[in-house]
Structure formats: C-alpha cells, structure tokens
C-alpha cells in the first residue's frame, strides 16, 4: 500500500478545480417571465458535475486546466416541478482556464494551495414569442485559497481530501440596462470540501459545496426594485468508477443542488423561490504522466424553479510536479 500512496502522491492532476458553467439563468427566467420581478433573481453558476473521479487527490506542484462544456435546456420548471407552458431554448457555450499551485508549506498537516478560475461564455437565449438575445464575454473572476492534505492508508485502500474556500468577484460583464448578463454583480462565497477514497480498481468522490451570495444593489432597471439577493444553497457532486485498464477509468456520476433560503427582493423573502436540480450520467477518464482527459454527460432530473436540460463537460488536466531536490 505505501507504493499506491507513493503513486497518487505524485498524481497533481485531481487538485482544486472548481470550474464555473456559466449558465445565465437569471436572464433566460427574466425574458421568458417579464411580468414577474423576482424571476430576474436566481442561483449564480457553480460548479455542477464540472468535478468528478479521484477529485480529492493532489500534490506538491501546478495545475492548467481547461473546462470546456456545453448547456442546453428546452424547457422551465416551477416551484413544483411542473413544466412550465411554452417553447423556450437555453443554449450556454463556455470554458473556463484553471490554474492551481499546492506548495511544500505545511498547515494542520496539509499543504498550502491556492487556485484560480477565468471562464469564457457565449450565451444565446431563443423565446416562444421569436424575440431572442445573445452575449459573450469573460464571467466572473475566483480565486480561493485552500489545504490539501496527502493520501493516507485506512482499511485496505487509500483515503485523500481536500478543503478550498472559494471565492466569486464581480470582474465579469454586467449592465443595470441588460437583462442578460455574463457577471454576477455581486460577491458569491462557495467553499468546498473534497475527498476520495480509493480501493484496487474502484474509487468513491464526492464535492460538497457551501453558496452564499452577497446582495446586488444595482438589478436590471426595468424591473423597479432597490436591491436582491440569491438565496442559500448546498450542492454536492459525486461519482464512482472503475479502472477498465491502465489510466482509463469508465464510471457514474452526479450532482444534486438544494436552495436552503429563500431569495430576497428589497430585503423581504420571495416565497417558493427556492431552487434544486439533480443531473445523473455517465462518465469516462483517461490519460497518464501529468495529462488528463475526462468526458462526462448528465441529464437533469427533479427541477425545481430552473431550467431542465442536458449538459456535457470536457476537461484536459496538466499537472506540473514539483521536482524534489
């Protein structure tokens, strides 16, 4: 076992991604529902399925990862989960570049790292009535410090987590006058914590995620309201899988989002505005000496007050050990 954990020790390729799909949709809930102001209020991007297999693995050295995906979502659900009347279409493109370093520093046995997130979006809103928008442009900057701490033994397999504290600043697009936008226009806090337990051939993941939102103070015009605020939520990604053959590994994952708070208009809670999605689908992984592929579909299930729809992520990992002396 001290040779495995020798293995994964030098593997930096699993560390800190907390990619953002840039699924914008407050502006697709605002034009689909103009009549109503608290549609324009709704969960920031995070990180939906974006993570998956050996996600809590890494070590000593620097991270680039690109995150390509893609979003498409024909249909809204209500606060009961019932589809809401009419054909409306979500088309989200994005990627987003992924730069992470886990030093030699140690704290509470584990080591310093930070990471940092720059995604590109292009995203195109198409309603019932034929009015259509569209938007490109740089979403919002985050940056989070964290610990990782080394693989370790516990029972007959290899146990290693993770904690980042993940932060979202508004340095993306923003306009008052636009409904549709790429940045938040507002401060989103998202720690998470990470872990992978791993056994011969199969391994368990699993990300869960804490999302606090600070208010906007400057919302669409045309909706006539002060200020708003996004809700509480818990999101949680989890998979497993199975090494088929060497470095390719085939297997399940998931992700399951939960609002806890009501969103806010004005400072008054807005009632059954609360969110929740779940995406299941299959996954595939392959790679080996520093670079990773990873292929990963879902299919939305158990919507509430969001868009329902397919997603598809791609990530290429290239890991940079550091050399020791």
Sequence with gaps: MTTSIRKYDAQVAFVLARPIALLIVVAFWALVTPMV????????????????FEDGFGS???LFEEFPESYVAGELRDAQGNRI??????TTYS???????????????????????????????????GDSSRVRGFGDL?????????????????FVHRFVFDVDVPTGAYSDRRLLNIGNHFVVVNPYYALTYERKKVELSARFHYLWNSANN????????????????FHINYSTSYEVRKNV??????????????HRINNIDVPDSRERTVGLGPGLQLGGQGIW?????YMETDVRNRPSGVKVTFRISKALPTVKK
């Design 249 to 262: 590994r085939l297997g399940f994952n998931g992700y399951w989002l939960q609002q806890l708070t009501d």
């Design 218 to 233: 400057d919302p669409f015009a045309g909706l006539g309201i002060k200020n708003m605020q996004a809700g509480q939520a």
């Design 60 to 62: 000593p050295g620097w």
């Design 142 to 158: 985050t940056v989070g410090p964290g610990l990782q701490w080394a693989p370790k033994k516990i029972g007959k397999g290899v």
């Design 293 to 297: 592929f990873r292929l990963n579909g």
């Design 85 to 90: 009347p009419g054909r409306n279409r979500l």
């Design 95 to 129: 990627t987003t570049t992924h730069v992470a370093y886990i030093s030699e520093k140690r704290v509470l046995g584990a080591s310093l790292a930070v990471e940092v997130l720059q995604p590109l979006v292009d995203v195109d809103v198409q309603l019932t009535n």
């Design 37 to 52: 102001c608290f549609a324009q209020i709704k969960l920031p991007a995070v990180n939906l399925g974006e993570t998956n």
